[in-house]
């Protein structure tokens, strides 16, 4: 079976499933199954920025001010950051494109895709071209760190795995064949999907932090800071969208068997968990490794991960690992409430990552915007 960019069918989209269903054909959105999905991506564009848009001329010089350690810190979250995003700006339409059969689904990929790989990635570079004399060898700087290379591999692995059944299945002519793999796939993409919700609502967060603590203590790359408050605001859609994926297909509205499959993962779920939580613990360890900031430390970092840990794999309806620690950052709220930034995920409920462009939102409007019943 060979894919084309016009698919002829007469297509139900009400009907179909989010996956595995016939090829979307025409972009329309009077009607669709999910419109959550249509609400996020009018507000992810609704956020849009240029890096360009920041001025960072005073982080040249409060760059120079930096002990030692500080600039470690603050050159290895850039670089770590700069990789996660470029795994993630292409992972999406990668794994998810071609598969896809609702007309929202597939625009929010696309929009999802652009803010990751065009506006984050590159305002890494912004970033870096403005702050290093050398910005070539900073970025080569990457692939030669084996703690940022370790972790990208880790998320990489389950990532290439569902890019590369999909690969198969849409060279696979044989429909019996197709039909046949479909169950593994489904799988592969829930892994997928909870791999993506433990990248963007856990692993930039410690790097987040302390991007705000030189600011919100030092008084210092603040040019930085900001972009990285856009740069959350976003992560914090992309959460959005990965949670309410999840919570449609562990909860049977796309079929019992992707029900079932959620719960048959569940020890995988686990050890991606388990995963996560101790790379970005060793991420910790070496960031702080000479010294700490005003305001952030190894401990404190490991605290907050342990907070996001539970808050985030709850929602996706594990156990807490943690107890549900307290947050020992609380003053990171401030850098979600304002400039219409509503609250950092991991301060709200489940229905609640649901954000608008002015930071408000009544119950009414979750309401409305909810398609999940569990």
Request: hydrophobic fraction near 40%; include cysteine; charge should be negative.
């Amino acid at each position: 079976m060979s894919i084309s960019v016009f698919n002829t069918e007469v297509k139900n989209t009400l009907q179909d499933p989010m996956f595995f269903g016939p090829q979307v054909n025409t972009s329309r959105f009077d009607v669709n199954k999910y419109p959550i999905f249509n609400q996020l991506t009018d507000l992810q564009q609704s956020f849009f920025w240029r890096p360009e848009e920041v001025n960072l001329s005073k982080d040249v010089s409060d760059f120079n001010k930096l002990k030692p350690h500080e600039q470690h810190i603050f050159t290895q979250n850039l670089l770590y950051q700069t990789l996660l995003d470029s795994v993630q700006g292409r992972a999406p339409v990668l794994a998810l494109l071609s598969i896809c059969s609702l007309p929202e689904l597939e625009s929010w990929i696309l929009a999802w895709t652009f803010f990751e790989n065009c506006i984050h990635s590159k305002s890494y570079s912004h970033i870096i071209r403005n702050v290093y004399t050398n910005p070539t060898e900073v970025l080569d700087g990457i692939i030669e760190s084996p703690e940022i290379i370790e972790r990208a591999k880790n998320i990489a692995q389950y990532q290439d795995k569902l890019i590369n059944m999909v690969l198969k299945y849409d060279n696979e002519e044989d429909e019996e064949k197709k039909k046949a793999m479909v169950p593994e796939m489904k799988k592969a993409l829930l892994v997928f999907f909870f791999v993506v919700l433990m990248l963007e609502a856990v692993r930039f967060y410690i790097s987040f932090s302390c991007s705000w603590a030189f600011s919100e203590g030092m008084k210092l790359m603040e040019g930085n800071a900001k972009i990285i408050k856009f740069i959350a605001r976003d992560e914090a859609c992309h959460t959005t969208f990965s949670l309410h994926i999840l919570n449609i297909l562990r909860s049977g509205q796309e079929g019992k068997d992707y029900q079932d499959y959620y719960q048959e993962l569940i020890p995988t779920f686990k050890q991606i968990v388990l995963e996560t939580y101790e790379q970005e613990k060793a991420w910790a360890k070496h960031l702080f490794k000479d010294g700490a900031i005003i305001g952030v430390n190894e401990a404190t970092s490991i605290q907050y991960l342990e907070y996001l840990v539970d808050f985030n794999i709850t929602q996706a309806g594990l156990e807490p690992m943690f107890g549900k620690p307290n947050n020992p950052y609380p003053w990171i709220k401030h850098w979600f409430n304002s400039d219409a930034v509503q609250v950092t995920p991991q301060e709200t409920e489940m229905t609640s990552y649901v954000l608008s462009p002015d930071g408000n939102i009544s119950g009414e409007d979750v309401e409305e915007m909810g398609d999940i019943e569990l």
